[in-house]
């Protein structure tokens, strides 16, 4: 009888957004199941990318996310505490976000976080 080896993920590459997430938080992006509960509770004045959107962008390693105004919103931050149902801590990767970005120089003009 041969004996299971079990599977070993590697974490992602660090010098990707879903990389520096993953270091920064310990969530991996990917667990997302596009299921939409946040779109169902978007605010359009506060957001140009849905949070679902916002993770994609993260999966794309696009740079786009990192001046969005979704991201840099502080009412889409305090709103999104507990509202992914896949667990995910929403403030955090999104904190961890807006650290890379100010690390890049990156930080919009007109920001509220």
Same mark, same amino acid.
């Given at each position: 009888?041969?004996? %299971?080896? +079990?599977?070993?993920?590697?974490? +992602?590459?660090?010098? %990707?957004?879903? /990389? ?6 310990? @969530?991996?992006?990917?667990?997302? /199941?596009?299921?939409? @509960? ?12 849905? *949070? ?6 993260? *999966? ?6 990192l001046t969005s105004k979704t991201l840099w919103s502080d009412g889409v931050l305090t709103r999104v505490r507990n509202m992914c149902i896949s667990t995910m801590d929403m403030p =955090?990767?999104?904190? =961890? *976000?807006?650290?890379? =970005? ?8 007109? %920001? %509220?976080?």
């Amino acid at each position: 009888m041969s004996e %299971t080896i +079990p599977l070993q993920r590697k974490p +992602p590459d660090p010098n %990707t957004l879903r /990389g520096l997430v993953f270091a920064a938080t310990g @969530y991996d992006v990917r667990r997302c /199941g596009r299921c939409s @509960y946040c779109v169902k509770h978007a605010r359009p004045d506060e957001e140009d990318l849905s *949070l679902e959107m916002l993770l994609q962008l993260v *999966l794309q390693n696009d740079d786009e996310v990192l001046t969005s105004k979704t991201l840099w919103s502080d009412g889409v931050l305090t709103r999104v505490r507990n509202m992914c149902i896949s667990t995910m801590d929403m403030p =955090a990767i999104m904190q =961890a *976000l807006r650290d890379e =970005a100010r690390k890049r120089g990156l930080v919009p003009a007109q %920001t %509220t976080g």
